[in-house]
């Protein structure tokens, strides 16, 4: 199994971690606050947990979306 991770950066905007952290792992909009927040405070927060192919795509997917809307967000996955 591998954890999605969201990495903090000095750019992208609060709000937009929080959209795909909506739109891409499926959590409310006070659980991916304080995912947030998490990932504002820390570093870093885990997304969730997934296989190694789903991860793979979600990592994949927010990449893309961060880039299309011009955001640095990094997204990487780790083996649990």
């Known amino acids: 199994m591998y954890q999605v ?3 903090n950066d000095d750019y992208t905007p609060m709000e ?3 959209i795909v952290l909506q739109q891409f792992f499926g959590k409310g909009r006070e ?3 304080q995912i ?6 820390d570093g870093k927060g885990v997304c969730g947990v997934y296989p190694k192919d789903i991860a793979s795509t ?3 997917l ?3 979306f961060a880039r299309q ?3 640095p967000l990094q997204c990487v996955m780790e083996e649990t």
């Open 5 to 7: 991770v969201l990495l």
């Open 16 to 18: 937009f971690v929080v």
């Open 31 to 33: 659980q991916a606050t």
């Open 36 to 41: 947030m927040l998490k990932v504002h405070r």
């Open 58 to 60: 979600k990592v994949e």
């Open 62 to 64: 927010v990449c893309s």
């Open 69 to 71: 809307h011009q955001h």
